[in-house]
């Protein structure tokens, strides 16, 4: 039995590292550590609501779109606030620019070195490549182009990003055809073009990305001119074929030689979403991706899910404050002891959903549309698993490759939506609605922003006294997927489905950084 | 330059996938963004091209949302992919390296054994709570890392406003113990020169001129960029001018026109936003100009008041972000400038508004609007001490 440490886990957003035992070939235990605490929710006291709105998004620099949103629906939530019809669509169309980023980048430029090898494309045949492309229907790039410059890159001698990295390990799909890596490796370029196409979107409606202005509580400050709405809605139609006529295809041509995927990586087999993309109606069940709360053992069915239902825990990371509040009134006083497995070990609480852990992310919230009768969902998951040789079987899903399947197939989904409502906000606007913001002026009360980032679940939890902040509390998606062991012992999602991982070469676990990575943390 | 010169550039450039025309383009922003005329443009072609191998270069996180990685991914041109794989070697970065684990950290490890040869870009706070727990790398502690990478550099440039000076990490009460890059080094008596690069995150097209300055055109050898950084060591080309000065909002402003409530017909005219907040007078950035985001917009254009996000202590000074900046008689600091007050004295930076104030209250410009803030405790303290530091 072997302890394999892998910190800095790279390729990610933020600072984390994992440990896994490797026993006869396969992972038997795990442990995720998150490795930074900076303390956002004691530096949000004492300031004003909307104050939150800018400061919590700087937790994440790759979702703050979805950290503003839900700090401003929990000051709505708590001062009865009601955003106008228009805000609603602009803040939709903001997340989706988000989300369609957030995907693209996580695909390509996060992950495929996991399952693309760079150096094998070296050998790729460029006419073969073409006829590839084509078969596979994926988006045909110059080629010959790409391998030139990858050639006199690696000519140079300097490896830049991929110095030290483990080109040739033998998880790599040894029957691949170098041709798939060359498109791989041409797409990973085109990736960078296309999230910062979707960050433009983001840009001029919330000024700029990371970290964006104009979804303050009452609404937002931002009000479309017909340039503007065509400038949008160009740049959502490139994405949207981009995604369909590149991303999917390549998802699809990549998979089957990683269904072996399918067979591990899924964990517990609990599932949260609260739901992301209001309708009308601003409820959790009826939004585009519904929340909902899905146990596998118990079933493939869905059941509502309450934030009252949360809890954290943490005898097993650095804090001294009690375990087993709910966030509502959460703390989280700081206490370093020391690095240890079997005691504490992460700077990330055990958060719990009517005691168990919970993943979050874009496989729970197609899941939980697809059980919860999302059309267009279950439509593109069910062609998706007919493609892979899976039709009607959707609990192949709970695996390493459904978790990867679900981001993309999710990318799809947000991307044709965010062309109809592109459509709605022109339709208002023609319409003549210009209200954007709703004044208000309640300086009391306690509220929840229970919201989606594209990592996954994720709450705002605040109280206002006096105009004031007098609590706030975070439950983000990392902390639910990197969650540590809670009092009861129980591993967090992510260590949890480590937990059966194949690894060739236990010096260099690549399979291992796949499933740590497929979370998206 | 010879016409020949030029063919062998733009041979290089096509063999690397890269067309003349874009290529011009991007050396004509850098030029731009360094204050030097177009005719610099072959010169900087040249200097980009001509180095036949790659400037060494590490990325680190500190105490970090990864933003300012983010941002730089959103470069335009040249775009990212340009930057690590045809200018720099980008040979470790927490969120773009193939490698994991001790593989990457090794790769950073032989980085910082070539003394003087690499820059160290660093993004993120400086993380002293816990002992230096507060982040972990590797099994060690962030500024065991940071310590360990900063005397080799030839230079550290400090990425957004957190590797500046904390940033938001630093806000009161500062729960981890954060501070800026420089200030950290100075107390460990490490003398690697510091480049800071605030707001949050930075913009990556100041992150490009930087390197186009610093090292491609030779003037960290000359010494030439220390006389190209303020006070603060922000390049002085970047860092001078208030965002109010160039605001496209300005003609508004000086007209009177300004939008006092959100949900207005003002607003939607695109009045001057003073009154419901901009911290624009007191913001020392070129955002106006350089924009963001591939240059398509930014944040006052998209209706949102500045929340000055480059000044120093920028959430303990600009916050409540909606209120207008509270107004402070000016501290006593010797013959400073009016115009530079604002930059110099971080800690109450609304000096430099107050006297622009003496102007605007004559002219009743400063009625309506979000309510003036109180002087704080703490603005009075650092009164006290004179200096605002």
């Given at each position: 039995m072997a302890r394999r440490v892998i910190d800095?886990?790279?390729?990610?957003?933020g600072h984390l590292r994992f440990e896994v035992e490797v026993e006869d070939g396969v992972v038997t235990d795990a442990w995720v550590s998150?490795?930074?605490?900076?303390?956002m929710e004691k530096i949000l006291l004492d300031r004003r609501p909307s104050d939150a709105f800018y400061v919590?998004?700087?937790?994440c620099g790759v979702c703050p779109i979805s950290h503003g949103h839900a700090s401003t629906m929990a000051t709505e939530d708590a001062l009865g606030i009601t955003i106008p019809n228009n805000a609603r669509i602009v803040r939709n169309l903001i997340e989706a620019a988000q989300y369609i980023h957030s995907h693209i980048l996580w695909f390509y430029t996060l992950a495929a070195l996991d399952y693309v090898d760079p150096v094998k494309a070296l050998s790729a045949d460029i006419a073969d490549t073409y006829a590839l492309a084509q078969a596979a229907g994926t988006g045909v790039s110059d080629f010959g182009a790409v391998a030139n410059r990858l050639q006199a890159f690696v000519d140079g001698g300097q490896l830049s990003i991929f110095t030290n990295g483990w080109f040739g390990h033998p998880a790599y799909a040894e029957d691949m055809p170098a041709e798939l890596h060359l498109i791989g490796v041409a797409h990973y370029l085109e990736a960078l073009e296309m999230q910062a196409r979707a960050n433009e979107i983001v840009a001029i409606m919330g000024g700029k990305f990371p970290h964006f202005m104009t979804s303050l509580p009452g609404g937002t400050t931002f009000i479309p001119t017909e340039q503007k709405l065509d400038d949008i809605l160009f740049r959502f139609l490139e994405l949207n074929e981009w995604i369909t006529n590149t991303m999917i295809p390549d998802t699809l041509a990549i998979a089957p030689f990683y269904a072996g995927a399918f067979e591990y990586g899924g964990g517990h087999g609990n599932f949260l979403s609260w739901g992301v993309f209001n309708d009308e109606s601003f409820e959790g069940v009826n939004r585009y991706m519904p929340s909902g709360v899905i146990k596998v053992a118990e079933g493939l069915t869905v059941a509502d899910a309450d934030p009252a239902n949360v809890t954290e825990d943490v005898g097993r990371a650095w804090y001294s404050s009690p375990s087993g509040l709910n966030p509502s009134v959460g703390e989280a006083d700081a206490e370093w002891t020391d690095y240890d497995t079997d005691d504490r070990y992460s700077w990330t609480k055990a958060p719990r959903y009517d005691g168990a852990p919970m993943e979050a992310g874009p496989l729970s919230r197609m899941l939980v549309a697809y059980l919860r009768g999302v059309q267009p969902v279950q439509e593109l998951v069910d062609g998706a698993l007919a493609a892979l040789g899976a039709a009607g079987r959707p609990e192949i899903l709970v695996s390493l490759l459904g978790r990867v399947a679900a981001r993309n197939l999710e990318a799809k989904i947000v991307s044709d939506w965010s062309l109809e409502w592109t459509n709605e906000l022109i339709a208002a606007v023609a319409g003549g609605d210009s209200n954007y913001f709703q004044p208000h002026s309640v300086d009391a009360g306690q509220g929840n922003g229970m919201w989606e980032a594209p990592r996954g679940a994720l709450g705002h939890h605040i109280t206002v006294e006096g105009g004031k902040i007098a609590r706030y509390q975070v439950v983000t998606p990392s902390t639910w997927d990197c969650s540590s062991r809670d009092d009861d012992g129980v591993r967090g999602p992510m260590e949890e489905a480590l937990i059966g991982t194949p690894i060739i070469d236990p010096e260099r676990p690549l399979e291992a950084c796949r499933v740590a990575r497929s979370f998206d943390p | 330059m010879a016409h020949e010169d030029h063919d062998a550039i733009y041979d290089l450039l096509a063999a690397r996938g890269v067309s003349r025309r874009d290529f011009l383009k991007y050396c004509g922003s850098i030029a731009a963004l360094l204050g030097l005329s177009q005719s610099f443009v072959p010169e900087i072609a040249r200097a980009v091209n001509q180095a036949a191998r790659l400037q060494p270069a590490v990325w680190l996180h500190g105490g970090a949302c990864t933003g300012c990685t983010e941002s730089m991914a959103q470069l335009g041109t040249p775009d990212i992919a340009t930057v690590v794989l045809d200018i720099l070697s980008l040979e470790f970065a927490d969120t773009l390296s193939m490698a994991q684990g001790e593989d990457a950290l090794a790769a950073a490890e032989a980085v910082f054994e070539r003394e003087g040869e690499y820059i160290l870009i660093y993004e993120g706070a400086v993380m002293k709570g816990f002992e230096g727990n507060a982040l972990r790398v590797g099994g060690m502690t962030g500024l065991y890392e940071l310590e360990h990478a900063a005397p080799g550099a030839a230079a550290i440039v400090a990425v957004g406003s957190c590797a500046v000076d904390g940033g938001f990490v630093m806000a009161n009460p500062n729960p981890a113990d954060a501070t800026g890059v420089q200030a950290y080094l100075e107390e460990k008596g490490i003398d690697t020169p510091v480049i800071n690069l605030p707001t949050c995150p930075m913009n990556p097209d100041w992150v490009v001129a930087v390197i186009v300055d610093v090292l491609l055109l030779g003037s960290l050898e000359t010494g030439a960029i220390l006389d190209k950084l303020d006070r603060f060591n922000r390049p002085k080309y970047i860092f001078s001018q208030t965002i109010h000065d160039n605001c496209p909002r300005r003609g508004h402003f000086e007209n009177g026109n300004f939008v006092t409530e959100f949900g207005t017909e003002e607003e939607a005219k695109g009045y001057c936003l003073y009154k419901v907040g901009c911290k624009g007078p007191q913001t020392y950035t070129n955002c106006p100009i350089v924009r963001w985001n591939r240059k398509v917009s930014w944040c006052v254009e998209s209706g949102a008041p500045c929340i000055g996000c480059g000044s120093l202590d920028w959430v303990d000074v600009g916050a409540p972000f909606l209120n207008r900046h509270r107004d402070l008689p000016l501290p006593n600091i010797g013959n400073t400038q009016p115009s530079t007050i604002a930059g110099v004295v971080a800690g109450v930076a609304a000096a430099g508004l107050a006297v622009h104030g003496i102007g605007m209250k004559a002219t009743g410009?400063?009625?309506?609007?979000a309510p003036y803030e109180e002087m704080k405790e703490r603005d009075r303290k650092r009164m006290k001490k004179g200096g605002g530091e």
């Open positions: 800095p886990l790279t390729r990610i957003e998150g490795s930074l605490y900076r303390g919590s998004q700087r937790i | 410009r400063t009625s309506g609007g």
